[in-house]
């Protein structure tokens, strides 16, 4: 049994790639606040801003499933908020940590999780991180989503550092897809100038029909995910794949 489980798979990239992975035979387990209609995958409902809650999710993915059946499994951090967009001095410090917990703590936390329940497992395993070119150019207006990025590229490529040494270890990759035609994108063109001084390129790009669609996103991840040949710790800009 091939297992895919990936955090907010209820809309957007996140219910693109888990359609996908359906498809192809895995049995998927996604993790979201919120549940996608008429979907053929399972679906858990917590609340990833709360680490409790998304540790509790990913436990009861392997207490319910047998672990012998396992021939290959994939955690893929795909949840993530832009949060506010503004400059520094002009955010709201909730909002400032709620988002970094949600794009950066929760995969830390549940990319442990993973390691720790799959180390009896002598399978192919791997954490797929979705990040953004955000996490290495800079965006006046969003320095807590840049941030937040950065990080868990620096976790993808520590985890392969890690992991790396270990007879049975875990691959860790990060991916980013480009500008993709989601709810975050329409969030980012409803911004104003004042705001998100970049707003303007965005809404371009929707205009000259530049954007990537969430399927074409989620075709190419699992391209790179069965060719797996990528080293482990790879960053990739699916641009450039």
Same mark, same amino acid.
């Given at each position: 049994m091939n297992i895919l489980i990936i955090t907010g798979g209820s809309s957007g990239i996140?219910?693109?790639?888990?359609?996908?992975?359906?498809?192809?035979?895995?049995?998927?387990?996604?993790?979201?606040?919120s549940k996608a209609l008429?979907?053929?995958?399972?679906q858990i409902t917590a609340d990833l801003s709360n680490s409790t809650e998304a540790i509790n999710a990913i436990n009861s993915v392997f207490s319910n499933t047998n672990s012998n059946t396992i021939s290959s499994i994939t955690l893929i951090n795909n949840a993530g908020s832009l949060g506010e967009i503004?400059?520094?001095?002009? @955010?709201?410090? *909730?909002? #400032?940590?709620? +988002?970094i917990q949600l794009n950066s703590v929760?995969?830390?936390? @549940?990319?442990? *999780?993973? #390691?720790?329940? +799959?180390n009896e497992l002598k399978c192919k395993k791997q954490i797929i991180t979705i990040s953004s070119g955000a996490a290495i150019n800079p965006y006046a207006g969003w320095s807590v989503y840049c941030s937040s990025k950065a990080a868990i590229e620096m976790m993808t490529k520590t985890i392969a550092q890690e992991q790396n040494e270990l007879a049975n270890g875990v691959k860790a990759?990060?991916?980013?897809?480009?500008?993709?035609?989601?709810?975050?994108q329409t969030q980012i063109r409803k911004t104003s100038e004042k705001a998100f001084k970049n707003v303007q390129r965005f809404i371009d790009l929707k205009k000259k029909k530049e954007l990537y669609s969430p399927k074409f996103v989620a075709d190419k991840i699992y391209q790179i995910d069965l060719q797996n040949e990528l080293e482990n710790g790879a960053i990739i800009d699916l641009r450039n794949f």
């Open positions: 996140g219910k693109a790639i888990a359609l996908k992975y359906v498809t192809e035979n895995y049995t998927v387990f996604s993790i979201s606040r008429n979907v053929p995958y399972h503004n400059s520094l001095g002009n @955010l709201n410090s *909730e909002d #400032i940590e709620q +988002t929760t995969p830390l936390v @549940l990319s442990n *999780e993973f #390691i720790k329940l +799959t990759i990060a991916i980013k897809p480009g500008v993709v035609d989601t709810n975050m």
